[in-house]
């Protein structure tokens, strides 16, 4: 995958695929610690040590649709190519938290791309589960909680309304602008 935000996209996907009804998705850069870091933590099912294992196998996967699991592989790779880590912590019914850490200013590292539509698509896409989003750049910091929308919007009104689509996507890319001043990541 070309770029960051498309890992983060399939590794939130494979939380929705566990059952997830909380998905928190941390995007953390510091130009001072030259260091960008990606956490997903999620409610769902979990792993045991053994599945945590074949995850991270690229020949293993649990879908019926394609023989093999790319997803979490590539992610770990493009993390560890760049002098960073990874590491998945998970627990049988107690969900699951991946971890990435990148070399900044690497080489190797690829962008991070579309953050906002990201995490935009995950929300509107998927409207029965909670979103926590926090991106930070540096002191700087937001967070989009569609918990917190929920409780304003009342029952009823569905994110992917075009107006409430709209506010959200806006919100996601004018405070990622506003927190990293429009930086090229």
Same mark, same amino acid.
């Given at each position: 995958m070309p770029e960051i935000a498309l890992n983060i996209l399939d590794i939130a996907e494979n939380s929705v =695929?566990?059952?997830?009804?909380?998905?928190?998705?941390? &995007?953390s850069v510091q130009p001072e610690e030259d260091c960008l870091t990606v956490t997903i933590r999620d409610n769902g099912c979990g792993m045991t040590p053994e599945e945590v294992?074949? &995850?991270?196998?690229?020949?293993?996967?649990?879908?019926?649709?394609?023989?093999?699991?790319?997803?979490?592989p590539f992610f770990k790779q493009a993390a560890e190519s760049t002098d960073g880590s990874f590491q998945i912590d998970s627990e049988k019914g107690r969900g699951?938290? &991946?971890?990435?850490?990148f070399?900044?200013?690497?080489?190797?590292?690829?962008p991070l791309g579309d953050i906002s539509s990201t995490v935009y698509t995950l929300i509107v896409f998927n409207e029965h589960i909670d979103?926590?989003?926090?991106?930070?750049?540096?002191?700087?910091?937001?967070?989009?909680?569609? =918990?917190?929308?929920?409780?304003?919007?009342?029952d009823g009104i569905s994110f992917?309304?075009?107006? &409430?689509?709209?506010?959200?996507?806006?919100?996601?890319?004018?405070?990622?602008?506003?927190?990293d001043g429009g930086a090229d990541i």
């Amino acid at each position: 995958m070309p770029e960051i935000a498309l890992n983060i996209l399939d590794i939130a996907e494979n939380s929705v =695929r566990a059952g997830a009804t909380l998905i928190e998705i941390t &995007v953390s850069v510091q130009p001072e610690e030259d260091c960008l870091t990606v956490t997903i933590r999620d409610n769902g099912c979990g792993m045991t040590p053994e599945e945590v294992e074949k &995850v991270q196998d690229p020949f293993f996967t649990t879908r019926t649709t394609r023989k093999v699991g790319l997803g979490v592989p590539f992610f770990k790779q493009a993390a560890e190519s760049t002098d960073g880590s990874f590491q998945i912590d998970s627990e049988k019914g107690r969900g699951t938290l &991946v971890t990435a850490v990148f070399g900044l200013s690497h080489i190797d590292r690829m962008p991070l791309g579309d953050i906002s539509s990201t995490v935009y698509t995950l929300i509107v896409f998927n409207e029965h589960i909670d979103f926590r989003y926090t991106y930070r750049y540096g002191e700087r910091s937001f967070v989009l909680d569609t =918990r917190d929308m929920r409780e304003m919007l009342g029952d009823g009104i569905s994110f992917s309304e075009p107006e &409430v689509s709209t506010f959200i996507k806006e919100y996601l890319e004018t405070n990622r602008k506003e927190t990293d001043g429009g930086a090229d990541i």
